[in-house]
Nanobody, 112 residues
Framework: QAQLVESGGGLVQPGGSLRLSCAASGIIFRLYAMGWYRQAPGKQRELVAIITSGGSTNYADSVKGRFTISRDNAKNTVYLQMNSLRPEDTAVYYC??????WGQGTQVTVSS
């Protein structure tokens, strides 16, 4: 049974940084594209970043140049480094595999 477990969320001031992690189990991690989505209150869930099994990346325009997605296949983990955070980045962040597995989400709040 596949399981994705996110960690690293929290409260940070505008301009600050956070690093999210997503540990996967029950899947052959290296074979699948992995991604991060987010959902703010009252808004639809949106794609933030995705990384293919080969390491190619793609980002939402709103986070380009500020966020970096990476993966460590030896650790079955995908990361999202978030820099220069803004209040509008406040959301629940979800880890995703293109098997359609989802994590439980981790809250990121950007506020002074």
């Amino acid at each position: 049974q596949a399981q994705l477990v996110e960690s690293g969320g929290g409260l940070v001031q505008p301009g600050g940084s956070l690093r999210l992690s997503c540990a996967a189990s029950g899947i052959i991690f290296r074979l699948y594209a992995m991604g991060w989505y987010r959902q703010a209150p009252g808004k639809q869930r949106e794609l933030v970043a995705i990384i293919t099994s080969g390491g190619s990346t793609n980002y939402a325009d709103s986070v380009k140049g500020r966020f970096t997605i990476s993966r460590d296949n030896a650790k079955n983990t995908v990361y999202l480094q978030m820099n220069s955070l803004r209040p509008e980045d406040t959301a629940v962040y979800y880890c995703y595999s293109n098997r359609n597995d989802w994590g439980q989400g981790t809250q990121v709040t950007v506020s002074s």
